[in-house]
């Protein structure tokens, strides 16, 4: 691998990296709501046991993907539901965040045994895990093959670079979700920047399916261009700068 493809590889973990760190933060929220109910104890183990069963997901639904990667439907249906998931959410934090808080308490009032916890949290995992794969395939399938063999019906480098952000996600969710979750306390303009971001690459995934040689709408080369990878990147990054100063600076939480 020379150095402008191992530099290539890299700034795509990077970013895959922050992104998912983003992401888990936001999911961690998710999370630690759906097993606040129970003692420390159990709710320890059922964020554990649903982790678990998240990597599990994670790699299998990896491996079935990456025979599918190169069908044009299957990446028509990745990018309407990249879109679809960053339109929703963001539109949910703007517009609907009053109606939530009024049902907060309705809510409350409905506890889950932990087994049945659990299973809420192994479907919450779950849907974490495919926003964030569809993401990191997005983000990787346009990246160089490797000499590294096939995992599954994918490049070697590929499969392990979208592996690698999946598993640091995971540990981020699990062990640094702390410091993610201050940092969108004082910045929560990154919440929106990083499901813009989803959405951007979303537009990614449509670019890329429109170039597919099966549907042609758009040129090829340019869906594969070094001109299009730097507008993409460029506006990627306009994104995450843009969510970071338009924030508003809160005081971070801070951590018992």
Known sequence: MDISMLLEYGWVLFVLILLEGLLAADNALVL???????????????????????????????????????????????????????LNHILRKLYFNKLKDKNEAEKEKKKSGFWFTVFKVELADIAFAVDSILAAVALAITLPNTNLPKIGGMDGGKF??????????????????????????????????????????????????????????ISYDFAHSLEWKLTFYFVLIGIAVAGWFLSNDRKPIENN
């Open 32 to 86: 630690a709501i759906m097993v606040k109910h129970l003692p420390e104890a159990e709710r320890k183990r059922a964020l554990f046991y649903g982790l678990a069963g998240a990597f599990v997901f994670r790699f299998g639904s990896l491996f079935v993907i990456s025979f599918l990667v190169d069908v044009w439907q299957v990446q028509a249906i990745g990018a309407l539901y990249l879109l679809f998931i960053a």
């Open 160 to 217: 392990l670079v979208i592996f690698t952000g999946g598993l640091i996600g995971l540990i981020i969710m699990r062990f640094a979700a702390n410091y993610f979750v201050s940092l969108l306390h004082s910045r929560p303009g990154l919440e929106i920047a990083a499901f813009t971001i989803v959405g951007w690459v979303g537009v990614k995934l449509v670019v890329l399916t429109l170039g597919h040689p099966d549907v042609g709408v």
